[in-house]
């Protein structure tokens, strides 16, 4: 069976199976999902797939999103269960998914524009589009992700912090599959933000308001529907404790059991064993060997997303030093204005209590 494109006709089969083809984006007024013609090397080597990876592409085509859909409804082949890492930015995601990716057992994709859209769908329609039609939509779209590529067995997708809202939907219409939740203690998190440039700076606060309106924080705490008059560290602050409030609330309501939370200074303070335990986690039982692989130091001592770049813990340490020495007594005063909070909903005591390897 062939399928029209925009520009040619391709099988059914390569569309949906062949891993040259990645489902990239979707336009809802014209009914088109997206797909990028790629190199499997172009994937392993990107540090995002999202809009910055669209140029370097062999091509693209869109067919019918009710066509694809209607394709993928039909066909009964069983494809890899993926696995997740969720987190809320600054955490060294980017350098654990191109850890697991050096052995056989995983693919890393690292931060799928798709995912990006369908959580921004999510947030401007989940009021308007049928509960149906979404489910349909989004298990559709993330089965394409997972298809048999050449260099690794399990996909597994690193997802934007933007898409964070989409956690429970994995959850509940994908209940085999398992997640991580990467995180940070609120310091780490501040440092991060200011080291950042000032472009990136002015994005917090459009993050914030998009986090805010993912759950029922603001029902709760009505004072922070309006975030407009708090400080750039404030709108930092409170970013990091939503995105953990909105973590710990879908893990609950929809699996904890699946869910594995690890904070980034345990990660990088014991790298070879907290991959090992998350191997096991994600069904895979690596090898010493295979750990040697994903510790080489090609990847742990680079910028994860700029890898001509040496970068590592003592690098990362020294920063943060720097940051601490220019900005230490703003830091400790908004640690101690959110703090009563962070105590008062126990996100941290939940993340801890749900720690990868116990």
Request: proline content about 5%.
């Amino acid at each position: 069976m062939l399928i029209k494109t925009t520009d040619f006709r391709i099988s059914a089969p390569a569309l949906l199976f062949d891993p040259e083809y990645f489902v990239f984006d979707f336009d809802l007024d014209s009914e088109l999902t997206r797909f990028l013609v790629v190199e499997e090397e172009k994937l392993v080597l990107a540090p995002f797939i999202d809009i910055r990876f669209e140029p370097i592409a062999k091509g693209q085509f869109s067919v019918s999103t009710r066509e694809l859909v209607s394709l993928e409804g039909m066909h009964n082949i069983k494809r890899p269960p993926s696995v997740f890492v969720f987190h809320h930015a600054f955490v060294c995601s980017t350098l654990l998914a191109r850890c697991m990716n050096q052995i056989d057992a995983f693919f890393s994709l690292k931060e799928p524009w798709i995912l990006r859209r369908l959580a921004d769908l999510k947030r401007a329609r989940a009021h308007v589009i049928p509960r149906a039609q979404w489910r349909e939509t989004f298990t559709c779209y993330l089965n394409l992700l997972a298809k048999n590529y050449q260099t690794g067995t399990t996909p597994l997708i690193k997802v934007t912090n933007v898409a964070n809202n989409l956690l429970e939907d994995v959850l509940r219409y994908f209940p085999g599959q398992k997640i991580l939740y990467l995180y940070s203690d609120l310091e780490s998190f501040l440092v991060s933000n200011l080291k950042k440039p000032p472009d990136t700076q002015k994005k917090m606060l459009g993050l914030a308001a998009g986090f805010l309106s993912d759950g029922d924080f603001t029902q709760r705490f009505p004072r922070f529907s309006d975030v407009n008059g708090l400080s750039f560290l404030q709108v930092c602050a409170l970013t990091w404790l939503v995105n953990l409030y909105n973590f710990r609330r879908s893990a609950e309501q929809f699996g904890p059991a699946k869910v594995k939370a690890l904070e980034m200074n345990d990660f990088l303070a014991d790298m070879g064993r907290n991959l090992t335990s998350l191997s096991i986690f994600f069904g895979y039982k690596a090898t010493p060997a295979e750990i040697e692989s994903m510790l080489d130091p090609g990847i742990i001592n680079r910028d994860a997303k700029h890898q001509q770049v040496p970068y590592g813990r003592q690098s990362k340490q020294a920063e943060a030093a720097q940051v601490l020495g220019n900005y230490g007594s703003e830091i400790k005063g908004t640690i101690n204005w959110i703090n009563p909070l962070v105590e008062q909903l126990g996100v941290l005591e939940y993340c801890k209590g749900h720690q990868l390897g116990e």
